[in-house]
């Protein structure tokens, strides 16, 4: 140690990580099992409270899916960034390290991995546990304002100390700086954007941040008034005004009283962020568009025609809902009629054929009017942050800036819900800590 308290060589770490989430948590305990001094600083006075948040309070860890099968869920671009990462940490590896944690998994449907526990706190845990057992330093209301370079040191900037005369921050020095405090989703947690700001003092090219996997809101009153159903068997289709589609997600959706929810329509959420942020930006109106729900997604047009048909002809004059076999909720079945401009739940037998038809495409499609997001503050990633071919996919660090690596939420990555967003957390952490501690 040098007389000011510094290590040799003036610096304060050899690597100093900079946010203790998920993916700062898991590098640093990988930089220090490898060797490595680690000096990781949280701004909050607590690690990984997303982990803790995450999955309603379960964490949905990772995914049972293979690493390209993963990878491919994060678009053609995130997948060409991803799928090196993926195949160094496939999401079994992942599932594979928290059970030699003391953290058993179960699979659970739609291709997710919980905690056998079901408790988030495990997870969280478990990652703080390591990183400390490793020899990871860990400083916790430390807020980083700035991350520059000074000769052949990275130099870490704390938000101003008021009782420095000068006002400004310690600083903290280390040949290796690994950037991950997150994107701007779920503020209140402590992820307010930070990173953006010093990327871009850097030079670094930025792809604006969106809110994605966000509840959608709608101003119609049905759909308020569907409060709390949920439909399981769900493919939902996002279209914008003129009719193009934006994409589909065949997963769960549920109605709230501000619009939709849960995967399904969290899933497709970014698009309607990027074309409103888009809309705001050319000083435009926010563009309409409708959330298409195909109620019946295992019974095809010809299918659910001839079933009403069949049901017409049944003694004892059946009703629609019946017709459909009983399992859609009413309310959802008369939202259905009135979007065909039919009668509610009329008599399979009174249906005329244009009335099936209206019918027929109301049930395979009930179009919802979604006038935006949520927006980040019930956002559960950002879509967007550092441009990619800013980026090594295979160490993470800078191509501008040796010995800086971001990597996380603060990557213009994001997948969709399913444990993708942790498995890519973990896997570009674990590249950035290897490439760290070499
Ligand atoms: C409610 C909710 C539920 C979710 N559920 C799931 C799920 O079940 N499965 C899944 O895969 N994903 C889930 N996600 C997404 C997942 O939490 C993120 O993808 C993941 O946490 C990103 O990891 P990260 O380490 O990059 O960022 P974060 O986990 O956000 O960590 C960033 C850390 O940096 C700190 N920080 C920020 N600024 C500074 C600064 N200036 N100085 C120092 N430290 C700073 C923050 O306080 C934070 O501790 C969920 C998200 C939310 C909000």
Redesign the pocket.
């Known amino acids: 140690m040098s007389a000011d308290g510094r290590k040799g060589g003036g610096r304060d770490a050899d690597v100093v990580v900079?946010?203790?989430?998920?993916?700062?948590?898991?590098a640093a305990a990988a930089c220090a099992r490898a060797g490595r001094d680690v000096l990781l600083?949280?701004?909050?006075p607590?690690?990984?409270?997303?982990?803790l948040?995450?999955?309603?309070t379960?964490?949905?860890?990772?995914?049972t899916l293979g690493p390209d099968e993963a990878a491919r869920l994060f678009g053609t671009k995130g997948e060409r960034f991803l799928r090196g990462a993926f195949r160094g940490l496939p999401p079994v590896a992942v599932r594979g390290h928290f059970e030699a944690l003391g953290v058993a998994t179960v699979d659970a449907p739609l291709d997710?991995v919980?905690p056998a526990s079901q408790r988030?706190v495990d997870v969280r845990d478990a990652l703080l546990r390591d990183a400390r057992e490793a020899g990871a330093r860990v400083r916790y209301d430390?807020?980083?304002?700035d991350v520059r370079r000074e000769g052949d040191a990275w130099c870490v900037e704390?938000?101003g100390d008021a009782n420095r005369v000068d006002g400004g921050g310690e600083v903290v020095r280390a040949p290796r700086a690994l950037l991950?405090?997150?994107?701007m989703?779920?503020p209140r947690?402590?992820?307010?954007?930070?990173?953006y700001a010093?990327l871009e003092r850097l030079g670094c090219e930025l792809i604006d941040p969106v809110p994605a996997?966000a509840p959608l809101s709608s101003d119609a009153p049905w759909v308020h008034d569907l409060s709390g159903i949920a439909v399981q068997d769900a493919v939902c289709t996002l279209f914008d005004a003129s009719g193009a589609k934006l994409g589909a997600r065949e997963r769960p959706v549920l109605f709230t009283h501000r619009g939709l929810s849960g995967p399904g329509a969290m899933d497709l959420s970014v698009h309607v962020a990027r074309a409103h942020a888009a809309a705001v930006k050319r000083g435009a109106v926010p563009p309409a568009m409708r959330l298409s729900i195909d109620l019946v997604p295992t019974v095809d047009r010809e299918a659910l025609r001839a079933r009403l048909i069949e049901a017409g002809r049944v003694p004892g004059r059946p009703r629609l809902a019946r017709a459909l076999g009983g399992e859609l909720p009413r309310r959802l079945i008369d939202a259905a009629c009135a979007q065909a401009g039919v009668p509610s739940n009329p008599p399979a037998a009174d249906i005329g054929k244009a009335d099936r038809h209206a019918l027929v495409e109301a049930l395979k499609g009930l179009d919802v009017p979604i006038d935006g997001t949520l927006g980040f503050d019930?956002?559960?990633?950002t879509a967007g942050g550092l441009a990619l071919h800013e980026v090594s996919p295979a160490t993470m660090e800078l191509r501008a800036h040796a010995g800086l690596h971001v990597?996380?939420?603060?990557?213009d990555l994001?997948?969709p819900?399913?444990?993708?967003?942790?498995?890519?957390?973990f896997a570009?952490?674990e590249l950035a800590a290897r490439a760290a501690a070499r």
Do not use: M
């Open positions: 900079v946010g203790a989430g998920a993916a700062g948590l898991w600083l949280e701004k909050t607590r690690a990984g409270t997303k982990v948040a995450s999955g309603g379960r964490c949905n860890l990772t995914t997710k919980f988030a430390a807020p980083v304002a704390l938000a991950c405090p997150g994107g989703s779920y947690t402590g992820t307010t954007g930070d990173g010093w996997l019930f956002a559960e990633v990597f996380g939420e603060l990557l994001d997948g819900i399913g444990g993708l967003n942790f498995q890519s957390a570009t952490a």
